[in-house]
Nanobody, 124 residues
Framework: QGNLVESGGGLVQAGGSLRVSCAAS????????MGWFRQAPGKEREFVAA????????DYGDSVKDRFTISRDNAKNTLYLQMNSLKPEDTAVYYC?????????????????WGQGTQVTVSS
């Protein structure tokens, strides 16, 4: 299933920006869709963004649309999430995930490999 390691989380003020990354190994990264999910304390896991195998198709959750951008570099086996105009409600642990399929999907059951997560905290 592969190994996914997130990095780049941290503390940022509201209105600021942050980029988190996900390094993949152990599987053919370029052949699968990838996604970002997040989970805040006491809340359910939430879909953030997904990207198809070739980076063309991208999908976003309603709460992050027009603020976050997902991208991937298949040559570097790395997934990115650029987060702009951050809000305190964006505070959560952010997880990257690799899908079983090549097409972008928001359904967590379509993902079979997950990272350990990186904490993002947005202060008001």
């Amino acid at each position: 299933q592969g190994n996914l390691v997130e990095s780049g989380g941290g503390l940022v003020q509201a209105g600021g920006s942050l980029r988190v990354s996900c390094a993949a190994s152990g599987r053919t990264f370029g052949g699968y869709a990838m996604g970002w999910f997040r989970q805040a304390p006491g809340k359910e896991r939430e879909f953030v963004a997904a990207i198809g195998w070739n980076g063309v198709r991208k999908d976003y959750g309603d709460s992050v649309k027009d603020r976050f951008t997902i991208s991937r570099d298949n040559a570097k086996n790395t997934l990115y999430l650029q987060m702009n105009s951050l809000k305190p409600e964006d505070t959560a642990v952010y997880y990257c995930a690799a899908s079983r399929t090549s097409y972008s999907t928001s359904r967590p059951e379509q993902y079979d490999s997950w990272g350990q997560g990186t904490q993002v905290t947005v202060s008001s």
